[in-house]
Nanobody, 130 residues
Framework: QLQLVESGGGLVQSGGSLRLSCAASGFTLDYYTIGWFRQAPGKEREGVSCFSISNGKTYYADSVKGRFNISRDNRKNTVYLQMDSLKPEDTALYYC???????????????????????WGQGTQVTVSS
């Protein structure tokens, strides 16, 4: 059974850093995409970043571009979201999700369409204090 487990959230001061992890297990897929999404209180969930496993292509939302970096450890089957220069507006519950058979080629922003994603983790809280 496919499982996604996030970790790494916490409380950090503005300007600080956190690294989120998304460990995937229980599946065999030739290609897929891992997405990171977040939901702040009273707001809709939004896509933050994506990583296409087959070709290494990535996507970042404008709100995090230049501050967040997504990467993968092949041996651990884990995708990381390094978050630097955090701002209070980054405060949210962060989820990772897996989109089977999705490969980022062109139109990278399409990777944050939630309809692609069949599997979701339980979420990890990130709180940035001012």
């Amino acid at each position: 059974q496919l499982q996604l487990v996030e970790s790494g959230g916490g409380l950090v001061q503005s300007g600080g850093s956190l690294r989120l992890s998304c460990a995937a297990s229980g599946f065999t897929l030739d290609y897929y995409t891992i997405g990171w999404f977040r939901q702040a209180p009273g707001k809709e969930r939004e896509g933050v970043s994506c990583f296409s496993i087959s070709n290494g292509k990535t996507y970042y939302a404008d709100s995090v571009k230049g501050r967040f970096n997504i990467s993968r450890d092949n041996r651990k089957n884990t995708v990381y979201l390094q978050m630097d220069s955090l701002k209070p507006e980054d405060t949210a519950l962060y989820y990772c999700a897996l989109a089977p058979r999705l490969e980022i080629t062109t139109h990278e922003a399409m990777c944050v369409v939630e309809g692609w994603y069949d599997y979701w983790g339980q979420g990890t809280q990130v709180t940035v204090s001012s």
